[in-house]
C-alpha cells in the first residue's frame, strides 16, 4: 500500500502479538539526520495506534522529511485503515 510519500507492506500473522515493525529509509530520502528523525516520528506515531498483529515494512521517500508530524500521522493513519481492510478487522484507530 502506498499513500504519497509513506508506503507499507504488511504479512497478516495472527500468532505475532506485539506486531513487529521495521523501517526502509535509504539514503535517497534525506541525510542521516533526517532519515532518523523521520523514523523517531514514526515509531512514535505507531505507538499512537493500534496495530493489527503481523509483520510491517514502512518506507517513505524524500518528502516525508517534509511533513509536519501531524501530517505523517493522518498519513499513517489512512495506511492503517487500508491494512485493517485486508485483514477483516474494524477500521477503528
Not at 513487529?20 to 506515531?45: K, P, W
Not at 496495530?51 to 505523517?72: D, I, K, V
Request: with cysteine; hydrophobic share 35%; charged share 30%.
Amino acid at each position: 500500500m502506498r499513500i504519497d510519500p509513506l508506503w507499507c507492506t504488511f504479512v497478516n500473522d495472527s500468532r505475532l502479538v506485539p506486531p513487529r515493525v521495521a523501517f526502509a529509509i535509504g539514503r535517497a530520502t534525506g541525510s542521516a539526520v533526517q532519515r532518523n528523525r523521520l523514523r523517531r516520528r514514526l515509531r512514535e506515531i505507531l505507538r499512537r495506534h493500534e496495530l493489527p498483529p503481523g509483520l510491517y515494512l514502512f518506507g517513505a521517500n524524500a518528502r516525508a522529511c517534509e511533513r509536519t508530524f501531524e501530517e505523517l500521522d493522518h498519513t499513517v493513519g489512512r495506511l492503517l485503515v487500508s491494512v485493517r481492510s485486508r485483514t477483516g478487522e474494524p477500521s477503528t484507530p
